[in-house]
C-alpha cells in the first residue's frame, strides 16, 4: 500500500505561481513512478504530469508543458509540482498519484485526496 498526501492548493491570480507537494509513505515506495492528475468542474479527471524514480524522466500534458515542473525528493519520499504562469483554466483539483508505470489515464494504482487550486481571472 501507498498513501499519498497532497498539499498546497489555494487561489491565485493568473499569472501567478503555486507549488503542491505530495507525501508518499508505504512500501517500496522507490518501486513508483508519481505523477499528478486533475479534475476540473464537469470534465473527466485527466493526466498532468509524471516522474520516474530510477532515472528522472519527466512527463507532461500539452497543456502545461513549458509551465509546470514536476520534481521529486527520493530521501524524503515528497513529490512537487511547481505551476507558473497558471491560467483560469488551470482550475482542477488536483491529485498525486502513484503507479508501477507511467500511467496518462485514470485511475492510477494509488491516488490521495485531492487539493483544490483555484485560478482566478
Known amino acids: 500500500q501507498v498513501q499519498l498526501v497532497e498539499s498546497g492548493g489555494g487561489l491565485v491570480q493568473a499569472g501567478g505561481s503555486l507549488r503542491l507537494s505530495c507525501a508518499a509513505s508505504?512500501?517500496?515506495?522507490?518501486?513508483?513512478?508519481m505523477g499528478w492528475f486533475r479534475q476540473a468542474p464537469g470534465k473527466e479527471r485527466e493526466f498532468v504530469s509524471a516522474?520516474?524514480?530510477?532515472?528522472?524522466?519527466?512527463y507532461y500534458a500539452d497543456s502545461v508543458k513549458g509551465r509546470f515542473t514536476i520534481s521529486r525528493d527520493n530521501a524524503n519520499n515528497m513529490v512537487y509540482l511547481q505551476m507558473n504562469s497558471l491560467k483560469p483554466e488551470d482550475t482542477a483539483v488536483y491529485y498525486c498519484?502513484?503507479?508501477?508505470?507511467?500511467?496518462?489515464?485514470?485511475?492510477?494504482?494509488?491516488w490521495g485526496q485531492g487539493t483544490q487550486v483555484t485560478v482566478s481571472s
Open positions: 508505504g512500501r517500496a515506495f522507490s518501486s513508483y513512478v
Open positions: 516522474i520516474t524514480w530510477s532515472n528522472y524522466n519527466t
Open positions: 498519484a502513484a503507479d508501477l508505470k507511467v500511467v496518462r489515464a485514470w485511475p492510477p494504482a494509488y
